[in-house]
T-cell receptor
Framework: ETGVTQSPTHLIKTRGQQVTLRCSSQSGHNTVSWYQQALGQGPQFIFQYYREEENGRGNFPPRFSGLQFPNYSSELNVNALELDDSALYLC?????????????FGPGTRLLVL | AQTVTQSQPEMSVQEAETVTLSCTYDTSESDYYLFWYKQPPSRQMILVIRQEAYKQQNATENRFSVNFQKAAKSFSLKISDSQLGDAAMYFCASVRWGGADGLTFGKGTHLIIQP
């Protein structure tokens, strides 16, 4: 069984740039959720994708957008980067009806915005 | 909306001893799930234990067990026979059935294991 993978592991960008983060879900999972974790805080929910559609969103502005592909992998795109976007970005996969609502996390992407 | 509160920013325990981490939550949902996740310095969030709110029996996973008090909205984690590898940040989280609004996390408890 393949776990959740994310790429890249680290990324440095400058303010105003755009970034794309990638996630491959665990085999058998069709739902991907993205979280932002600032230093010293718990993760905050950004959005969730199910069957290639966004089906839930947290309190994040529209410059945070995403995609899910037919193989259930996903991308998180952030436009017009701000200094406060510096954080660990976590992807989690799950499958409704399987193990309840349990989400399994990838290793994360550390984004630094200068 | 759900909220999760972890009131212990840091806990310390001697190796081989037992420690309990506290968590309270608030939800208007009748069907929901509760979790404890562990995040070591490697930063990957690892599932420790899961509790379905409709189940009265407390979940256990080897040395890890929970005390789920539904009426009090309390969900504590007990770690028995603490090991050095248990040192990490521990996050309590909740999600409603259907889960499209994601997990709601507490701020975490930093667990230190003293050799």
């Amino acid at each position: 069984e393949t776990g959740v993978t994310q790429s890249p592991t680290h990324l440095i960008k400058t303010r105003g740039q755009q970034v794309t983060l990638r996630c491959s879900s665990q085999s058998g999972h069709n739902t991907v959720s993205w979280y932002q974790q600032a230093l010293g805080q718990g993760p905050q929910f950004i959005f969730q994708y199910y069957r290639e559609e966004e089906n839930g969103r947290g309190n994040f502005p529209p410059r945070f957008s995403g995609l899910q592909f037919p193989n259930y992998s996903s991308e998180l795109n952030v436009n017009a980067l701000e200094l406060d976007d510096s954080a660990l970005y976590l992807c989690a996969s799950s499958s409704p009806g399987l193990e309840g609502e349990t989400q399994y996390f990838g290793p994360g992407t550390r984004l630094l915005v200068l | 909306a759900q909220t999760v509160t972890q009131s212990q920013p840091e806990m310390s325990v001697q190796e081989a001893e037992t420690v309990t981490l506290s968590c309270t939550y608030d939800t208007s949902e009748s069907d929901y799930y509760l979790f404890w996740y562990k995040q070591p310095p490697s930063r990957q969030m690892i599932l420790v234990i899961r509790q379905e709110a409709y189940k009265q029996q407390n979940a256990t996973e080897n040395r890890f067990s929970v005390n789920f008090q539904k009426a009090a909205k309390s969900f504590s984690l007990k770690i028995s026979d603490s090991q050095l590898g248990d040192a990490a940040m521990y996050f309590c989280a909740s999600v409603r059935w259907g889960g499209a609004d994601g997990l709601t996390f507490g701020k975490g408890t930093h667990l230190i294991i003293q050799p």
